[in-house]
């Protein structure tokens, strides 16, 4: 039964990266495809994915709020530990915005996949509102990472502030916060165009994984580092604040299957619109899909 939950989970985004991978050996498009999807996805898809999930999550109870302020907790640790690790070791600015994404950035597709199994529907309603709030704290993190490479703090923070996933981030919190439903002429619009925003990126990463000889050993070695503070750092910090705090038992579900998720499928499109290391965060998400079943397998027979 674990075994299919976790395989269920990842076997989703494993495929579409393999179809990506097919489609760019094969030549089925022209090479000038991908920089456009990837576009379309930082610029019209996901941003309305955002607006749409997150305006039309449910209300924050006790247990969301928990389950996000522990989160957050982890989220904002970890953030620090990478600033500070790739200070030390004068990390390129690329590479330091790809290993911070691949450290805090979710996969949601999997998340909520997990937990329509293992949860009730009434619980299930409170995972999905913890996805609306995480997917705006981990974007805004880094996003502040791909700002601060120089330049004032406002000029960093009016960047931040004006990019497409800030502004549909802040959009779907208003909405959520003010209970306002938007009518069917838009929501439905929007909920078509944010459909294409997870498999297309997965698709892409899938069409990225072709790394040069040369740099193959720098991506393996920065790619498992990163892989591992995403699937055995995050999950030990939030093992250990749960077991410290008194939280809700659902809350504390929700933390364990949050941190056991691999990167967020759409940091390679991230990663290609910002200036980031964009090959090393192929490998990121490609390696911490696979990599993930073996952490949702263990957190799924715990609970």
């Not at 989160?71 to 500070?84: E, N, S």
Request: glycine fraction near 10%; proline fraction near 5%.
């Amino acid at each position: 039964m674990h075994v299919g939950t976790a395989l269920a989970a990842i076997a989703p985004s494993f495929i579409l990266i393999l179809v990506g991978v097919l489609v760019r050996r094969c030549g089925w498009v022209d090479n000038g495809f991908w920089a456009g999807a990837e576009k379309l996805t930082h610029w019209v898809f996901f941003p309305a994915y955002l607006v749409h999930t997150i305006g039309s999550a449910g209300a924050m109870g006790s247990a969301a709020r928990a389950t996000v302020l522990v989160l957050g907790g982890v989220t904002l640790l970890i953030t620090a530990g990478v600033v500070l690790g790739c200070r030390y070791r004068r990390v390129l600015h690329a590479t330091f915005t790809s290993i911070m994404q691949g450290s805090v950035r979710f996969n949601s597709f999997i998340f909520l996949g997990v937990a329509s199994q293992l949860l009730s529907p009434e619980d299930y309603g409170v995972a999905a509102v913890v996805v609306a709030y995480m997917v705006a704290i981990s974007n805004t993190v880094v996003l502040l990472a791909f700002g601060n490479r120089g330049g004032s703090t406002w000029a960093v923070l009016l960047k931040v502030c004006l990019n497409p996933l800030i502004l549909a981030s802040g959009l779907g919190l208003a909405l959520n916060l003010s209970a306002v439903s938007l009518p069917a002429a838009l929501g439905q619009p929007l909920q078509a165009l944010g459909a294409p925003a997870l498999p297309l990126s997965l698709i892409c990463v899938g069409a990225a994984l072709q790394f040069p000889r040369a740099e193959f050993a720098r991506l393996c070695k920065t790619g498992l580092l990163t892989a591992g503070i995403r699937l055995c750092l995050f999950p030990l910090l939030a093992y250990g604040l749960i077991s410290t705090w008194s939280v809700p038992p659902l809350a504390a579900t929700l933390v364990l299957l949050y941190s056991v998720l691999p990167c967020a499928s759409n940091s390679y499109v991230l990663a290609t619109q910002q200036g980031g290391d964009h090959r090393l965060m192929a490998f990121v998400v490609a390696v911490s899909t696979v990599l993930s079943f073996v952490p949702i397998f263990l957190v799924a027979g715990s609970l």
